[in-house]
């Protein structure tokens, strides 16, 4: 659909041989660590360093200048100082490189010289034609051809199916470092913005949006360059593909803390909603949620509606999780008399059974695995519920249950997602993590999240309707 | 000040002996459990098993009956079904005990039997003037006296300064059993309050405001059973400790499902919202919210106003968490000229400097210690400021400093409260939050954390000047 940007942009994600300009043979340096990822993830392209210096980094002989670069190289990862960017860039485009990366902060987000460095970058692709990432980014990446150009070390990125659009090098930097060891899911590409002298969010989504190894979009954006293409574009995708979007600069304050960032003009902040809300993206309010919906995207299927099933292992617990569920537009049906009755078959007959389900009366009674097990194929089940929330109640006393009966249930029941929270001892949840998020069940230590979760991908769905 | 509620209910914290009546032999059994709690807390009273079968628990001989128990027992602890409990409240009343706390649930809260056995409780405490915790509680528990009538397997309740009242049983079973294993901070007093046949939310306040090992105040309601008195006594109490609850039943969904849950009519919540307001009491909105105010309560003391200074590693960060900031009431001041030539003075040119901090570049040329350190400090010796959050940026190839140099500053500075919030590796958070936590820093492993938990702080100390 987007032919002319997937064309124009390919090199960046799919390059066969890469330039790194600005290489470095020190450890911990931008210029070594950048080389360092390529090699970590198994990039099978080319890699050319490139240093007047020479000799040989990694293992691989250094190019002395962007001149003597073979033919054909496809992408440059420009790590120099921001005012020797635009000449690298320029010698870059002689040498018949279509497609560069360009690291340095130090344009306009600082002061007047950085001003003038951006705008002859700007000069510099009107007249040749470079497509640019950047300036002020903390690299890209594409799981899929096993390249980055990040050059914080992260060692093997983790293949996934979404996509991140990050106006902030957060995504290539300490977040992928915590989705890396904290987390069980990836990425196919994360295209960060910067400064967005060139590419921007408008070029970034449409290439997303026919990326077949795209499944969904997370956005981080503090400004836009097109808003008005950006929002008949994103109407289009939004019905293909779910987007979440945090856009910061919300309040007066962020707004001007956003100005010392990227020098983006915060647009004014209701008009961003609005303009959000009728392009189908889901709006996020915390930069948590872009964490909790690129998991909960990455592992289940959308919701066919936002009515939600759930248990918990206490009387209270069902009360403030079914005011959340309330605030964040979830619904909490009441179920069928097929559905009661069979809650009521598998609990003693002191709790009053009903959805939400007190389970842990049924799970002190017949094992915790039991209880939850029949608890929740009972609502999955249910013709009125459209995705199933246990509340997994784990303390070395009372018994770790083997957790394949949750990997069970998703696969017979596939188009309900089931989102895992829970309450009591600290490593068994984490035990439990690790034995399902591996396994696609994605779980959530925090009590709320996986109902925040849930709320996010539910609007998503609403989103594909077109509902909007 | 509440000289009779003190004197009345001080036997149920500091009892000299106890019974515990329904004692079992069987491991898993809450009449079993119970016993395996005092002594893993090594309670240093007398216990006294129950039971008619007689013989030997866990090594304590057992009593065959209430009535040949000696003379003094301070609490009986009764763990038997809804229909034999008033039978042996009344015989523990005729033995001479003047304290129960009852386990079972199955009375208002299920059916009419149970409000039958209910009214059979308050003819009781009407006739013999017995005091009684619950029914339908998980026990409750007093630290400073290595005491708790808890059934749940706990092992050793950490003891601290915070005292939670709880219409819930969360809090002696699987929110205890997080607390233990997760976090680093104890509690002094848990009142379970279950169906409040005698016992209710004012009691208790009256109790732990006069309580010299209570410091701060966590309550969990889902009904008031004395609105107009409880709102006089928050009013008082509220000015020289803090009082945090959560009221749940926000929404009409919750309060059928809290109808469900304790019998309790949930109020009007709008009236709840005005009435919490005007007593100085600090509403939070979830349950985790609960976690965080007794974290940060036990740890730190209040700051003396909203005005927040905090250090981020990125840009984008300091933008998204001053939206948070100002959705959360925190103020993001702009610092002293003085503050931000120090600031300026720790890092290199091309980062402006300002509150919120940008701290990266300062932590990647100075090294991530120096960083944090002087940019905290300059935030600290800052007047504007009230309070300050660093986010760490940990990742193991960065490098993890020597924490040492948070506990100084907060030794140096103890008037402002520290939060830590982190970015980076999960498994080097653990380890952060692992030292600086048993030395009373607060760190929270999701980003929006320790600002919410700041906001609870400052609402807390605005409470407390009587400003509602």
Redesign the interface.
């Known amino acids: 659909m987007y032919d002319a940007t997937k064309q124009s942009l390919t090199p960046f994600f799919e390059p066969r041989s890469v330039a790194i300009v600005g290489a470095s043979g020190t450890p911990g340096k931008a210029g070594y660590e950048a080389i360092r990822n390529l090699q970590a993830n198994a990039y099978p392209g080319h890699i050319y360093p490139v240093n007047p210096r020479g000799g040989e980094i990694l293992g691989l002989p250094v190019m002395a200048s962007i001149g003597t670069l073979p033919d054909g190289v496809d992408v440059a990862i420009i790590i120099l100082p921001a005012e020797a960017t635009p000449q690298a860039v320029r010698e870059c485009a002689s040498r018949g490189i279509g497609h560069v990366a360009l690291m340095a ?2 344009f306009a ?2 002061d007047e010289t950085g001003v003038e460095a951006q705008n002859e970058l700007l000069t510099i692709i009107r007249e040749t034609g470079i497509r640019v990432l950047g300036p002020n980014i903390s690299g890209h990446a594409s799981t899929p051809q096993s390249y980055t150009s990040a050059f914080f ?1 992260l060692g093997k990125i983790r293949r996934g199916t979404v996509s991140v659009i ?5 995504f290539l ?3 992928m ?2 989705i890396l ?2 987390e069980h899911f990836g990425v196919a590409r994360v295209i960060g913005l910067g400064n967005k002298v060139d590419v921007d969010e408008v070029d970034a989504l449409e290439y997303l949006a026919d990326d077949p190894e795209t499944s969904a979009i997370i956005m ?1 954006l ?1 400004s836009f360059k097109r808003p008005a293409r950006f929002l008949s574009v994103a109407r289009e995708v939004s019905r293909r593909k779910p987007i979440v979007m ?1 856009k ?7 707004k ?3 100005v ?3 020098a983006a003009m915060a647009t004014e902040d209701r008009l961003v909603d609005g303009m959000l809300r009728q392009s189908g993206i889901v709006r996020l309010e ?3 949620d872009l964490i909790l919906a690129a998991k909960a995207l990455s592992m289940v299927p959308l919701p066919k509606g936002n009515r939600v099933g759930f248990l918990a ?15 964040l537009g979830l619904e ?1 049906p009441t179920v069928t008399d097929e559905t009661v009755a069979r809650l009521h078959e598998i609990s003693p007959p ?3 059974m ?1 959805n ?1 389900v ?1 389970i842990w009366a049924s799970a002190t009674v017949n094992g915790v695995e039991f209880g939850y097990r029949e608890g929740m194929e009972a609502l999955l089940k249910d013709p009125t519920i459209d995705a199933v929330v246990p509340i997994l ?1 784990l ?1 070395r ?2 018994g770790i249950p083997p957790f394949d009966f949750i990997v069970d249930l998703a696969q017979r029941y596939p188009e309900k997602p089931i989102l895992v929270g829970f ?5 068994c ?1 984490e035990e439990c993590k690790a034995f399902l998020e591996p396994r696609n069940i994605p779980t959530f ?4 999240q996986p109902f925040k979760a849930l709320a996010i991908l539910a609007r998503c769905h609403e989103a594909m309707l077109g509902n909007h």
Do not use: K
């Not at 990050?166 to 957060?170: F, K, M, P, R, W």
């Open positions: 902060g130090g987000e600082v070390p990050a106006q902030t090098g957060n930097t300490h977040t470092r915590y060891t904290g981080y503090e945090l910061s600069g919300m309040t007066e304050a962020g001007q803390a956003a010392a960032h990227t915390e930069y948590t292992p206490s009387g209270a617990m069902l009360v403030v999780l079914t005011d959340l569920c309330v605030r909490v002191y709790i009053r009903r939400p007190d109640m303390t006393d009372t309450s009591g001892d600290a490593d949840m230590p925090v009590l709320e």
